[in-house]
């Protein structure tokens, strides 16, 4: 073989060459999966596409962006999923929304207040309920970790007639106060200062921003002590309130 013979065998194997890899960087260049997996879009990088026309997913070559084609988009829908990670587009709504944990129990009561003495205050009912919320015992308990906006209203009966004893001498003060607790450890209080209030409603409110983590229980307490009570005929009681919980994103 001379020299010329070789020099040509070997321009031709780097053409060969060249052209090979020139031809797979164009093939790997785009990727097509599914049907018609000959056709691909010239703008696209990557398509899965199913049997049924129009229904596909790609990667634009230039800005990455993907699309996904199922025959449910629309214009500001939002892609969401079911139980099984099956992925639908839909417009957002109350109907396909988790709304946000919020609760309110309501019904307040107590017996006689014992002067001096802590006492449960009992809950009858959960009108309001969402996201999680439940009624456990006389608490109200939130299902997720996170800020809480937490608010009560008691109010504190004073009437004469406590049974078994005599009607109020009228010179009898009080100091009202309750107790919000979370998982039974006291956590902030409202105070009534002491005034007149034989005969008459004192109204408490607990306004606080909790942090709570998840299934965390939230209860009042109250209390009253009597002041100048003479003759020990006075009595009082919660006699109505609610407590309400609304999560803070």
């Known amino acids: 073989m001379n020299t010329k013979q070789c ?22 260049a785009q990727v097509k999966i599914g049907t018609n997996p ?21 990667v634009d070559k230039t800005t990455g962006k993907v699309k996904i084609a199922d025959g449910s988009q629309a214009i500001n829908y939002v892609l969401t999923s ?26 307040a009561l107590t017996t006689w207040l014992v002067p001096g003495v802590e006492t449960d205050v009992a809950f009858s009912s959960l009108p309001i309920s969402e996201g999680g919320v439940v009624k456990v015992g006389n608490g109200i308990q939130v299902p997720i970790a996170g800020n809480y906006l937490i608010h ?45 209030r034989w005969d008459q409603n004192s109204t ?11 299934n965390d229980v939230i209860t009042l307490k109250t209390r009253n002590n009597i002041y100048n009570d003479s003759d020990g005929a006075c009595g009082t009681y919660l006699s109505s309130g609610d407590i309400s919980v609304i999560y803070q994103p």
């Not at 099984?84 to 396909?96: F, R």
């Not at 078994?164 to 902030?188: A, E, K, P, Q």
């Not at 408490?204 to 998840?214: G, K, P, R, V």
């Open 7 to 28: 020099s040509l065998r070997i321009t031709s194997a780097v053409i060969f060459l060249f052209t090979l890899l020139s031809g797979s960087s164009a093939v790997l």
């Open 38 to 58: 000959t056709t691909i879009n010239a703008a696209n990088n990557l398509e899965v596409e199913a049997s049924t026309a129009g229904r596909s997913v790609s």
């Open 82 to 107: 079911d139980a099984n990670g099956v992925a639908t587009w839909q417009k957002v709504g109350t109907s396909n929304i988790t709304p946000l944990p919020k609760g309110k129990m309501a019904g």
């Open 152 to 196: 009560s209203a008691s109010v504190i009966t004073s009437r004469t007639g406590n049974p078994g004893v005599t009607s109020c001498n009228g010179s009898s003060t009080s100091n009202s106060y309750t107790l919000l607790l979370v998982n039974g450890s006291g956590i902030t209080a409202a105070n009534d200062k002491v005034t007149q």
């Open 204 to 214: 408490l409110h607990i306004t606080t921003l909790l942090y709570l983590n998840a």
